[in-house]
């Protein structure tokens, strides 16, 4: 069964840098999602991205982030200067479509720590 | 600001029982409901949607949904070891009657004792 995969599945950081978090959704879908996991705390949406742009994204999505699909098969989540609050699991999911019957499917996510 | 309550747990039931999990939602105007299985360090994983008030039955699954009182639950029966997981309940973003801008509760922890 076709998958989500991200890479890398452990990411080390310090504060102030840059992190690149990459996700390759399944190939025929064309919604791709970004969602947070803070760890003990809820899944959290982040943003959502459809014919090569943002279409919708949360408060949690300020200028310090970014999205990009760079080619037809990768979906980045860039954090220009990450704080320490930003450690948490970084999920990229992909559908289909919109509707209620058209599942997410989840990676199986980027923990990111910052130290 | 939507919002999704989940009794947090730990819920423990035994081997072969139904385990009951609640969840209820403050937009009265949400249409489609979701339930997330969790296991621990992994994604997030959908076990059923429901948009009609009423039962829905996959399998050991049954999700139920009230719209007048704002809550969906979802029955697990024969339960089994495996389920052993955080059940997460979703609620699209306002407006979104599909899987967009889902908001999750904070998910109920289930153990099964076998």
């Known amino acids: 069964e076709p998958e989500v995969t991200q890479t890398p599945s452990h990411q080390v950081t310090q504060m102030g840098q840059e992190v690149i978090l990459r996700c390759v959704p399944i190939s025929n879908h064309l919604y791709f999602y970004w969602y947070r996991q803070i760890l003990g705390q809820k899944v959290e949406f982040l943003v959502s991205?459809?014919?090569?742009?943002?279409?919708?994204k949360s408060e949690i999505f300020d200028d310090q982030f970014s999205v990009e699909r760079p080619d037809g098969s990768n979906f980045t989540l860039k954090i220009r200067s990450t704080k320490l609050e930003d450690s948490a699991m970084y999920f990229c999911a992909s559908s289909g479509g919109t509707e209620f019957n058209s599942p997410l499917h989840f990676g199986n996510g980027t923990r990111l720590t910052v130290t | 600001q939507k919002e999704v309550e989940q009794n947090s747990g730990p819920l423990s039931v035994p081997e072969g029982a139904i385990a009951s999990l609640n969840c209820t939602y403050s937009?009265?105007?949400?249409?489609?409901f979701f339930w997330y299985r969790q296991y621990s360090g992994k994604s997030p994983e959908l076990i059923m949607f429901i948009y009609s008030n009423g039962d829905k039955e996959d399998g050991r699954f049954t999700a139920q949904l009230n719209k007048a009182s704002q809550y969906v639950s979802l029955l697990i029966r024969d339960s089994q070891p495996s389920d052993s997981a955080t059940y997460l309940c979703a609620v699209p973003g306002p407006s979104n009657f599909g899987n967009e801008k889902l908001t999750f509760g904070t998910g109920t922890r289930l153990t099964i004792i076998p």
């Open positions: 937009d009265r105007g949400s249409q489609s």
């Open positions: 991205f459809y014919n090569n742009e943002i279409s919708e």
